[in-house]
Each structure stands twice: as structure tokens, then as C-alpha cells.
């Protein structure tokens, strides 16, 4: 009851409070731009001509060797080749260290669940260790019971199977 008590008056203290703020007066109209001279143009300064000197070149003779199709060809042939073992071979240092750093990953796990399990070891016996060294408490002597007086079975329905009624509980209406 206090709870509500003390809730109910934080309430009524915070509408209170918004109740008793001034409203926030209404703003002022804004006053309109005054228009910008626009700049003056400037004058255009003279720009130097640009003097590229270009020597023209000599005409080129082309000779075209047939046995240099065939050098250019096999050139090729030998790069491209020494490309895919380049590749070959990086692909294989790379999968040598991802199995290396595998293996040591591995290795560090573990390494970690031995120790994790001697920790949890070393924690389970220590528990067990000092709730045997725990003295018990000394339990207050027990009251002498009373005789219980005899109890008599319930009847039970033959139809039903459940401990019979009073006519008072039909009466009523529990089941």
C-alpha cells in the first residue's frame, strides 16, 4: 500500500509541475532576405600561348621473321607455364602454413581443456573438502508427538474411481 501510495503521489508531483510551466510563446516571424548585389564581372586576363615542341618521328621499318612468331610463341608458352607453377607452388605454402596454424591451434586447445579440467578438478575437491572439515549445527532437541488419532480410509465410487462426496459437496458443486 505504501508503494502505491508513494507512486501515485510522484505522479500527481510530476503533472503538477508540467501544469505550472509557461507555454512556450510562439515565434517570431522571420524577416524576409534583402536581395544580394550581384558581383561584379572582372576583367578577362591575356593567357600566354602554349609552345609544344614536337620533334617529328622517324618512319619505322617493319619487319615482320616468321621465326620470331615462333620465338614470341614459345616466350609465351614458357611465362605461361612458369606462372601456373609459381601459382602451384604458392597455393601449396599457403595450405602448409593453414594446416601448420591447424596443428597449433589443436595443440592450444588442448592444452586449455586440460588445464580448464584440472582447474574444475582441483575447485570439485576443494568444495568437497571443506564441506567434510564444515562442522554440522547442533540440532535443538525434538517435542514428543502427540498420538495421532486413526484415520479411516476414504470411501471410493465404484463408477468413478474417485474418494466419494458428501451430499453437501454435490450439493455445492465440486467436482
Known amino acids: 500500500m505504501k508503494r502505491i501510495t508513494l507512486a501515485m503521489s510522484m505522479l500527481v508531483a510530476a503533472v503538477t509541475t508540467v501544469v505550472a510551466q509557461d507555454p512556450t510563446p ?10 544580394t548585389p550581384a558581383p561584379a564581372p572582372r576583367a578577362v586576363r591575356p593567357v600566354r600561348p602554349m609552345r609544344i615542341d614536337i620533334d617529328p618521328m622517324p618512319p619505322m621499318s617493319i619487319d615482320i621473321d ?3 612468331f615462333d620465338l614470341l610463341r614459345d616466350n609465351a608458352r614458357d611465362l605461361a607455364r612458369a606462372q601456373a607453377d609459381l601459382a ?3 597455393s601449396r605454402i599457403d595450405v602448409e602454413q593453414i594446416r601448420e596454424q591447424a596443428r597449433e591451434a589443436s595443440r592450444l586447445a588442448m ?4 588445464f580448464n579440467i ?9 568444495e568437497d573438502m ?11 532437541p525434538m517435542a514428543p508427538l502427540a498420538p495421532m488419532e486413526v484415520m479411516t480410509p476414504m470411501p471410493v465410487t465404484a463408477i468413478t474411481g474417485r474418494p466419494a462426496l458428501s451430499r453437501c459437496a454435490l450439493a455445492v458443486g465440486l467436482p
Not at 26 to 35: D, F
Not at 130 to 140: G, N
Open 26 to 35: 510562439p515565434a517570431r516571424p522571420a524577416r524576409p532576405a534583402e536581395p
Open 66 to 68: 616468321v621465326h620470331d
Open 88 to 90: 602451384r607452388e604458392a
Open 111 to 114: 592444452e586449455d581443456m586440460r
Open 118 to 126: 584440472d582447474i574444475h578438478e582441483a575447485t570439485r575437491l576443494g
Open 130 to 140: 571443506a564441506h567434510a572439515l564444515r562442522p554440522l549445527a547442533a540440532m535443538a
